[in-house]
């Protein structure tokens, strides 16, 4: 484990956490976190992630007032990862498999945002390495311009573009594309990332629009590029494991799997039937199959129980389609609007089916009204 000494930036080993070391004793490190408190930690606990005169996770383009210098030094070439950056980067935290990636804009000169330049930073806090680019464009322009293009190591912070007051007007939209993977190991796989942002460039020029954040030691304008697995501006069409996943306790008896056979038993009760909808009560083996492949299979078996029924009045269909992303209990409401129009359509009971059942009511006029439509 490196040495750890006043003014290094460092990271938590087995905890959430970190920030910059105040003092060492002993075997103590007392590090200030982000809300300003004085936490003392073991030092074999601590990872150092930034020497005493470094910025941030990794090493930062130096900037140099004109306090300090009349002269601009010449830029540096890319550092390579370090030892211990490199250790970083193998460590897996035990949420790390649940990724959240920030973009975030540092001001230069803080108490001057007019003349200030806004240095962008990406946060990679996941267990995953990334494959990023990034590309900008104006508000009226149609074409990208690449700003950034590179692998960002598993929990790591790196410097990926530079922007000044007079770039914002050609400059406003951000596109952010991303692929993650691990080396050498097994893992979930995450769907390709792609996210365009708007740029409220305004923001820019206030003060209080730059905010503390966990990532930063300083206030910056942070944007969300994944919060929590999730990715900003993410579409609501759900993948075919989210609707595998959408189960609705308490689970109720339903039909067999397959082709729907009318239960001549319970069609003369008062019993409603139940039909299960989600895709793993109508399928053995999704795989392969497309989010339109499974619901167009799910208002399939819809269509047969209620077709199987229309002769039924007074009969009671509950159709469980789970809370999910309502996609299902979209289409179910389309196909009741137009081709099955007439019944009465309610929220089944959420104490009997819990959330995200629908229960229709088989009409007399409404079956024969359909029955002639169908002809």
């Given at each position: 484990?490196?040495?750890?000494?006043?003014?290094?930036?460092?990271?938590?080993?087995?905890?959430?956490?970190?920030?910059?070391?105040?003092?060492?004793?002993?075997?103590?490190?007392?590090?200030?976190?982000?809300?300003?408190?004085?936490?003392?930690?073991?030092?074999?606990?601590?990872?150092?992630?930034?020497?005493?005169?470094?910025?941030?996770?990794?090493?930062?383009?130096?900037?140099?007032?004109?306090?300090?210098?009349?002269?601009?030094?010449?830029?540096?070439?890319?550092?390579?990862?370090?030892?211990?950056?490199?250790?970083?980067?193998?460590?897996?935290?035990?949420?790390?498999?649940?990724?959240?990636?920030?973009?975030?804009?540092?001001?230069?000169?803080?108490?001057?945002?007019?003349?200030?330049?806004?240095?962008?930073?990406?946060?990679n806090d996941s267990n995953y390495k990334?494959?990023?680019?990034?590309?900008?464009?104006?508000?009226?322009?149609?074409?990208?311009?690449?700003?950034?293009?590179?692998?960002?190591?598993?929990?790591?912070?790196?410097?990926?573009?530079?922007?000044?007051?007079?770039?914002?007007?050609?400059?406003?939209?951000?596109?952010?594309?991303?692929?993650?993977?691990?080396?050498?190991?097994?893992?979930?796989?995450?769907?390709?990332?792609?996210?365009?942002?708007?740029?409220?460039?305004?923001?820019?020029?206030?003060?209080?629009?730059?905010?503390?954040?966990?990532?930063?030691?300083?206030?910056?304008?942070?944007?969300?590029?994944?919060?929590?697995?999730?990715?900003?501006?993410?579409?609501?069409?759900?993948?075919?494991?989210?609707?595998?996943?959408?189960?609705?306790?308490?689970?109720?008896?339903?039909?067999?799997?397959?082709?729907?056979?009318?239960?001549?038993?319970?069609?003369?009760?008062?019993?409603?039937?139940?039909?299960?909808?989600?895709?793993?009560?109508?399928?053995?083996?999704?795989?392969?199959?497309?989010?339109?492949?499974?619901?167009?299979?799910?208002?399939?078996?819809?269509?047969?129980?209620?077709?199987?029924?229309?002769?039924?009045?007074?009969?009671?269909?509950?159709?469980?389609?789970?809370?999910?992303?309502?996609?299902?209990?979209?289409?179910?409401?389309k196909e009741l609007t137009h081709r099955?129009?007439?019944?009465?359509?309610?929220?089944?009971?959420?104490?009997?089916?819990?959330?995200?059942?629908?229960?229709?009511?088989?009409?007399?006029?409404?079956?024969?009204?359909?029955?002639?439509?169908?002809?």
């Amino acid at each position: 484990m490196a040495n750890v000494k006043p003014g290094d930036t460092v990271r938590f080993l087995n905890t959430t956490g970190g920030g910059k070391v105040i003092r060492v004793t002993d075997n103590l490190a007392y590090v200030e976190d982000s809300d300003g408190f004085e936490v003392p930690v073991q030092v074999r606990e601590c990872v150092v992630v930034d020497p005493a005169r470094s910025l941030g996770f990794t090493e930062r383009p130096e900037i140099l007032s004109k306090e300090k210098t009349q002269h601009k030094a010449p830029e540096a070439p890319t550092p390579k990862p370090t030892k211990v950056q490199e250790v970083i980067s193998e460590i897996e935290t035990p949420d790390g498999d649940v990724m959240n990636i920030v973009l975030g804009f540092e001001p230069t000169n803080i108490k001057a945002l007019s003349k200030s330049e806004f240095e962008g930073y990406l946060v990679n806090d996941s267990n995953y390495k990334l494959f990023v680019t990034i590309m900008t464009r104006g508000r009226e322009a149609r074409m990208w311009q690449e700003k950034y293009a590179g692998q960002i190591d598993a929990n790591m912070e790196e410097h990926v573009l530079t922007f000044g007051m007079e770039d914002f007007a050609h400059a406003d939209r951000i596109a952010v594309q991303i692929l993650a993977y691990k080396s050498g190991k097994v893992f979930e796989l995450k769907s390709p990332i792609g996210v365009e942002l708007k740029l409220d460039t305004t923001k820019f020029a206030k003060l209080h629009c730059f905010r503390s954040n966990r990532y930063f030691d300083g206030p910056v304008i942070a944007l969300d590029i994944v919060r929590d697995d999730r990715v900003a501006g993410e579409s609501e069409v759900p993948s075919a494991e989210k609707i595998a996943e959408a189960m609705l306790p308490p689970r109720v008896k339903t039909a067999d799997k397959g082709s729907f056979k009318p239960n001549k038993a319970r069609a003369t009760g008062d019993e409603p039937i139940v039909v299960d909808l989600h895709a793993s009560e109508l399928f053995d083996d999704m795989r392969g199959l497309s989010n339109a492949d499974i619901l167009n299979r799910q208002i399939d078996r819809f269509s047969e129980v209620m077709d199987a029924h229309l002769k039924d009045a007074g009969r009671k269909l509950i159709f469980i389609h789970g809370k999910g992303e309502g996609v299902l209990r979209q289409a179910l409401m389309k196909e009741l609007t137009h081709r099955y129009k007439g019944h009465d359509v309610q929220d089944a009971s959420f104490r009997e089916y819990g959330y995200g059942a629908t229960q229709v009511t088989i009409r007399p006029m409404a079956a024969a009204k359909n029955k002639t439509d169908k002809r």
